[in-house]
């Protein structure tokens, strides 16, 4: 299957840091980036839905100001998590699909934890 | 409310015999479901998908069925094996480029 490569794998930072994530498809260009939470025993959320070269499209609740994406390639997103607290701590796992196809495949994820 | 349920939160099998993974949601714009499979701190691993044309769809070991009208699909896993052991995701989407929605996961566990 394609691959998806996401990094940090871990990262530990103050409350009131900005962190930020990257995301990028490695062998296939993805028009659209998924950005996903999951906290302990839930299921993934999808946070934001990225197209390349357009603004991110926000799920309800979830902060546009807070939780900055930026999908400025075909193979690349961010999601930047600004002035982060405690209870941003979660793990956050993008995912890239390509053009028309419903599968999407994900990256390893990143575990932030905000002291 | 949750759209998409997977209401066995573990799974127990012996090695050799089948897996049956279970999912039901209730959005009837879903018209596309997969199957992931995921360790602790990985992201999920696309396993098999099936779009709303279909009520069934094979490859290799596993298999997904679909039936529309009780908004149930399935995963088989014949024979399981011990590398199966894991939490799988069953998700559903309107297709193309939509995200997501995920199931609470079911932990299957392949025992010898």
């Known amino acids: 299957g394609a691959v998806v490569s996401q990094h940090p794998s871990w990262v530990i930072c103050k409350s009131g840091t900005s962190v930020k994530i990257e995301c990028r498809s490695l062998?296939?260009?993805?028009?659209?980036m998924f950005w996903y939470r999951q906290f302990p025993k839930q299921s993934l959320m999808l946070m934001a839905t990225?197209?390349?070269?357009?603004?991110?499209?926000?799920e309800q609740g979830v902060e546009k100001d807070k939780f900055l994406i930026n999908h400025a390639s075909l193979t690349l997103s961010t999601l930047t998590v600004t002035s982060a607290h405690p209870e941003d701590s979660s793990f956050y796992i993008c995912?890239?699909?390509?053009?028309?196809?419903?599968?999407?495949?994900f990256g390893a994820g990143t575990r932030l934890s905000v002291l | 409310d949750q759209q998409v349920k997977q209401n066995s939160p573990s799974l127990s099998v012996q090695e050799g015999r089948i897996s049956i993974l279970n999912c039901d949601y209730t959005?009837?714009?879903?018209?596309?479901f997969l199957w992931y499979k995921k360790y602790p701190a990985e992201g999920p691993t696309f396993l098999i998908s099936?779009?709303?044309?279909?009520d069934k769809n094979e490859d290799g070991r596993f298999t997904v069925f679909l039936n529309k009208s009780a908004k149930h699909l399935s995963l088989h896993i014949v024979p399981s094996q011990p590398g199966d052991s894991a939490v799988y995701f069953c998700?559903?989407?309107?297709?193309?480029?939509?995200?997501?929605?995920f199931g609470k996961g079911t932990h299957l566990i392949i025992q010898p």
């Open positions: 099936i779009s709303s044309i279909k």
């Open positions: 062998d296939f260009q993805a028009t659209t």
């Open positions: 998700a559903s989407s309107g297709g193309g480029a939509d995200g997501l929605t």
């Open positions: 959005n009837s714009m879903f018209d596309y």
């Open positions: 995912s890239a699909s390509a053009r028309g196809l419903g599968i999407q495949y």
């Open positions: 990225s197209n390349e070269g357009s603004k991110a499209t926000y």
